[in-house]
């Protein structure tokens, strides 16, 4: 299984409680995977997937929806924003445009403000919402928002 950690890829195989590692470089590493706060997992407890280069998104810019400790925010939710999602976090002072997004980006957003635009939501295909890709959606997302919820707006149901 491929995971990505820290600004590389990194390969594991887990028995008992110990990882075997290996880098793309071939270089070898145990560790007790539980000791590890290196590893960030999507809403289905595997490895987080690429969400955007173009533009380069999440908290530390490397295109994945990781949420490390100094991330205040949350920014756990792979979104894809539209117009109407823009037009709504503009009107909740955080105008994203301002930074390039325009309909269709893919974005790392914070799990309050997707979770503001569900709530403001009027029915199930309400374009305020941004669809979510699950297969980038950082687990701490989960911590404000149900994983029904983000199945409901989801682009890849699985």
Not at 5 to 29: P, V
Not at 49 to 57: E, G, I, K, N, R
Not at 78 to 101: M, W, Y
Request: net charge positive; proline share 3%.
């Amino acid at each position: 299984m491929a995971c990505y950690a820290q600004g590389y890829f990194w390969w594991t195989t887990t028995t008992n409680a110990t990882t075997t590692t290996t880098n793309t470089c071939g270089a070898i590493m145990l560790h007790k995977f539980a000791d590890k706060g290196l590893f960030f997992f999507l809403v289905f407890k595997q490895p987080l997937a690429l969400h955007s280069t173009q533009p380069l998104t999440g908290f530390t810019r490397t295109g994945y929806c990781e949420v490390p400790a100094s991330d205040a925010g949350n920014h756990s939710i792979a979104g894809i924003v539209s117009k109407e999602f823009l037009d709504f976090s503009a009107s909740r002072g955080n105008d994203l445009r301002q930074i390039g997004l325009k309909d269709g980006c893919k974005w790392c957003l914070c799990v309050s403000r997707w979770k503001e635009a569900f709530d403001a939501r009027t029915g199930h295909d309400d374009k305020k919402v941004p669809k979510v890709v699950l297969k980038a959606t950082n687990e701490k997302a989960l911590a404000r928002v149900t994983l029904e919820d983000l199945k409901g707006f989801a682009v890849d149901k699985e």
